[in-house]
C-alpha cells in the first residue's frame, strides 16, 4: 500500500529540481523525534511483535496501526512500507542475540569455558527462534535483512573470539567456523516442539566437537 503526498510530484524546488516533498524527507530525517513520535513508534514497534506473531507476515498494516491505537497514516510515516517495519522488528529481536553473544565473549574472556558458552548461546538463540518464528518468517518472505552491518561485525567479532578459545581449549574441531554457528541457527527445527529441539541440538553439536570427530580425522 502506497499513501502519496497530495500533489508531490508537483511541487519542486526551482534552484535544484529536487521534489520539495523530497527536500522535506531529508530536512525531517536530520532533526530529532518529538516525544509523541517517539512513543508512537514504541507503540506501532509492538503491535507490530504481537500482531505479526499471531497472524504472521500477511497481518494488513491497518490492522498493526488499529492495534497501536494510531493512524494508518502515522504508521507509514514511521515505516513506508511493511518490510521497513518488519526490518524494524527484526533489528531488534537481532540487537538482543548480539548483546547476548557479546556478552559470552566477555565472560570468555574472564576464564568461562568457550564450549560452555557455545551451548548456552545455542540453547537460547533456538528457543528465541522458536517463540519468535513467525517474524523470522516475515522478513524471509518480505526481504528484510535480519541484521544491521554494524551488528553482524560485533556478531562476527565476538563470535571469533569464542569459536577461537573453543579451539584453543581442545573442545571444537578448528574446520568450525561461525558460520557454521549460523547454520545452526537457520536450520532449526523453530516448528517443532521442546523436545525435537533439545534433541536436534545435541546431534547438531556433537559434530562440532573435536572428540566426537577423531575417528573421522584419522581416517
Same mark, same amino acid.
Given at each position: &500500500?502506497?499513501?502519496?503526498?497530495?500533489?508531490?510530484?508537483?511541487?519542486?524546488?526551482?534552484?535544484?529540481?529536487? @521534489?520539495?516533498?523530497?527536500?522535506?524527507? $531529508? &530536512? #525531517? +530525517?536530520?532533526?530529532?523525534?518529538? =516525544?509523541?513520535?517517539?512513543?508512537?513508534?514504541?507503540?506501532?514497534? +509492538?503491535?507490530?511483535?504481537?500482531?505479526?506473531?499471531? *497472524?504472521?507476515?500477511?497481518?494488513?498494516?491497518?490492522?498493526? #496501526?488499529?492495534?497501536?491505537?494510531?493512524?494508518?497514516?502515522?504508521?507509514?510515516? *514511521?515505516?513506508?512500507?511493511?518490510?521497513?517495519?518488519?526490518?524494524?522488528?527484526?533489528?531488534?529481536?537481532?540487537?538482543?542475540?548480539?548483546?547476548?553473544?557479546? #556478552?559470552?565473549?566477555?565472560?570468555?574472556?574472564?576464564?568461562?569455558?568457550?564450549? #560452555?558458552?557455545?551451548?548456552?548461546?545455542?540453547?537460547?538463540?533456538?528457543? =528465541?527462534?522458536?517463540?519468535?518464528?513467525?517474524?523470522? +518468517?516475515?522478513?524471509?518472505?518480505?526481504?528484510?535483512? *535480519?541484521?544491521?552491518?554494524?551488528?553482524?561485525?560485533?556478531?562476527?567479532?565476538? &563470535?571469533?573470539?569464542?569459536?577461537?578459545? +573453543?579451539?584453543?581449549?581442545?573442545?571444537?574441531? @578448528?574446520?568450525?567456523?561461525?558460520?557454521?554457528?549460523? &547454520?545452526?541457527?537457520?536450520?532449526? @527445527?523453530?516448528?517443532?516442539?521442546?523436545?525435537?529441539?533439545?534433541?536436534? $541440538?545435541?546431534?547438531?553439536?556433537?559434530?562440532?566437537?573435536?572428540?566426537?570427530?577423531?575417528?573421522?580425522?584419522?581416517?
Amino acid at each position: &500500500m502506497f499513501l502519496p503526498r497530495l500533489g508531490a510530484e508537483l511541487r519542486h524546488d526551482s534552484t535544484t529540481d529536487r @521534489p520539495l516533498a523530497e527536500l522535506e524527507d $531529508l &530536512m #525531517a +530525517a536530520s532533526r530529532p523525534l518529538r =516525544a509523541d513520535a517517539v512513543r508512537n513508534r514504541t507503540k506501532i514497534l +509492538a503491535a507490530a511483535r504481537e500482531q505479526i506473531t499471531l *497472524h504472521g507476515p500477511d497481518v494488513p498494516m491497518d490492522s498493526i #496501526a488499529e492495534a497501536a491505537g494510531v493512524a494508518v497514516g502515522t504508521l507509514y510515516r *514511521h515505516f513506508p512500507t511493511k518490510t521497513d517495519l518488519v526490518g524494524a522488528v527484526i533489528a531488534e529481536h537481532s540487537e538482543v542475540i548480539t548483546q547476548e553473544i557479546e #556478552a559470552a565473549a566477555e565472560r570468555v574472556g574472564e576464564g568461562s569455558p568457550a564450549m #560452555a558458552e557455545i551451548t548456552r548461546l545455542a540453547e537460547r538463540t533456538v528457543e =528465541a527462534a522458536a517463540r519468535d518464528r513467525s517474524v523470522k +518468517a516475515a522478513a524471509q518472505t518480505l526481504g528484510a535483512a *535480519h541484521w544491521t552491518e554494524q551488528q553482524e561485525e560485533r556478531f562476527r567479532g565476538a &563470535m571469533e573470539r569464542i569459536v577461537a578459545a +573453543a579451539v584453543a581449549d581442545g573442545d571444537l574441531h @578448528p574446520d568450525v567456523t561461525v558460520d557454521d554457528f549460523l &547454520m545452526l541457527i537457520v536450520t532449526a @527445527p523453530t516448528d517443532q516442539g521442546p523436545a525435537v529441539r533439545s534433541r536436534w $541440538l545435541t546431534l547438531f553439536l556433537a559434530g562440532f566437537t573435536a572428540r566426537a570427530r577423531e575417528g573421522t580425522d584419522k581416517a
